[in-house]
């Protein structure tokens, strides 16, 4: 499950890679966008069958059934232990994640941009006259 941790160090990889000091090969990069997309996918359609459930019911009538529908209610409508919540913060977390990946392809490309004009200016034997 995703956490608040979780969340600051893809901040921080984030912060990295805006910096210019991560970076991601594109094949890799597209691979980790793909799969990010299909978890966002799959998020959607819990996030899309969890919208209905308001109340857990059904536990019987033993003295521990209001306890436990309590309980199981509050984990679904609780503020900050809901699934509701929970499916928020795995969204959030993910889309975090494809801005890192989306930037460090981005400082890839530059990196590997910049060294390819690097060595194109090189004076090769033979060119410059000697």
């Known amino acids: 499950m995703t956490n608040a941790t979780g969340t600051a160090d893809w901040r921080k990889l984030l912060d990295l890679a805006n910096s210019g000091e991560l970076t991601l090969d594109p094949e890799i990069g597209k691979d980790l966008d793909a799969k990010c997309e299909r978890y966002l ?16 019911a059904g ?13 199981f209610t509050s984990k679904v409508n609780g503020a900050d232990s ?7 913060t795995h969204i959030d977390q993910v ?30 034997d033979g060119q410059d006259g000697r």
Do not use: C, W
Not at 59 to 71: N, T, V
Not at 82 to 88: L, V, W
């Open 41 to 56: 996918d799959d998020l959607d359609r819990v996030r899309t069958s969890t919208r209905s459930i308001q109340y857990v």
């Open 59 to 71: 536990f019987g009538g033993m003295p521990s059934g209001p306890i436990l529908e309590s309980k």
């Open 82 to 88: 809901s699934i509701h919540r929970a499916i928020a």
């Open 95 to 124: 889309g975090l994640m494809r801005q890192v990946f989306a930037k460090a392809i981005e400082n890839y490309r530059s990196v590997d941009q910049s060294t390819a004009q690097r060595f194109a200016e090189l004076p090769v």
